[in-house]
């Protein structure tokens, strides 16, 4: 029996056959856990949605602020760079969306298809720990980029080659803090549609990688060449 308030009607037939009709309310409380808590639908809509506003809204304000350049928007549109940012704007507004209905509607649940086996409390802090790491990753990241920070490839971007700080130890830091991100969603609500995203995000981060890495050795030519045999790709 789960925790909530119940009651309890019953009827009983005395020996002169007078029936005695009548109901007891009572409550069970169970002590909310540690993984009560890290389980929570609506904490991971909350980091979810927090992650998209400042990694996303406030660097690309700042950006903005900084070079009076919209990030959000200067990147190809057409070809496989087009492909790319439209399937990227679609797993992470699928992610908002699955994980809303999670929230939201609890009746819904059981139609994201849960993958039960894989709803394990080491799991789950493993998947926060993924989340944390990711959005320290990333943020510091956009911070050390500045100005040149972008969603996609803006070929009109004039600015120096960013080696410092954290892309001493990895080339794409962003990149790998999303990838952590995707995976450690998915692994705090383990379904099939965020196993969907997880895959799919992932592929189109190895494509925009690569594509990302043809513009800066065109555009750096021996610089990033020699950056490339320094730093690894993702750690």
């Known amino acids: 029996m789960c925790r909530g308030v119940y009651t309890v009607q019953y009827d ?22 540690i993984m009560d808590m890290l389980t929570s639908p609506w904490l991971l809509a909350t980091y979810y949605l ?11 304000y700042r950006v903005w602020r900084l070079s009076g350049v919209n990030a959000l928007t200067q990147y190809h549109t057409e070809g496989v760079h087009g492909l790319a940012s439209n399937v990227f704007r679609a797993v992470f507004a699928g992610i908002g969306l699955v994980l809303l209905i999670n929230a939201l509607f609890v ?33 510091v990241a956009q ?7 972008r969603i996609g490839i803006d ?7 960013v080696t410092d700080g954290i892309f001493r130890y990895s080339r794409n830091p962003i990149f790998l803090g999303m990838r952590f991100t995707f995976l450690g969603l ?50």
């Open 107 to 139: 009746s819904a649940q059981p139609y994201l298809v849960p993958i039960a086996w894989l709803a394990w409390s080491p799991l789950h802090l493993l998947g926060w720990g993924l989340l944390l790491i990711a959005f320290v990753i990333v943020v």
């Open 12 to 33: 009983v037939i005395s020996a002169d056959g007078d029936i005695v009709r009548g109901s007891d309310e009572f409550a069970i409380a169970v002590p909310i856990t």
């Open 143 to 149: 911070v050390q980029m500045g100005s040149a920070w």
């Open 155 to 161: 070929v009109g971007q004039k600015s120096e080659l």
């Open 50 to 60: 927090l992650f998209l506003a400042i990694a996303v809204g406030w660097r690309a």
């Open 186 to 235: 998915f692994l705090l609500l383990p379904t099939a549609f965020t196993l969907l995203l997880w895959v799919l995000g992932d592929v189109m981060i190895q494509i925009q990688v690569r594509l990302e890495e043809n513009y800066l050795s065109e555009t750096f030519g021996a610089t990033y060449q020699r950056y490339t045999e320094q730093v690894r790709r993702w750690i």
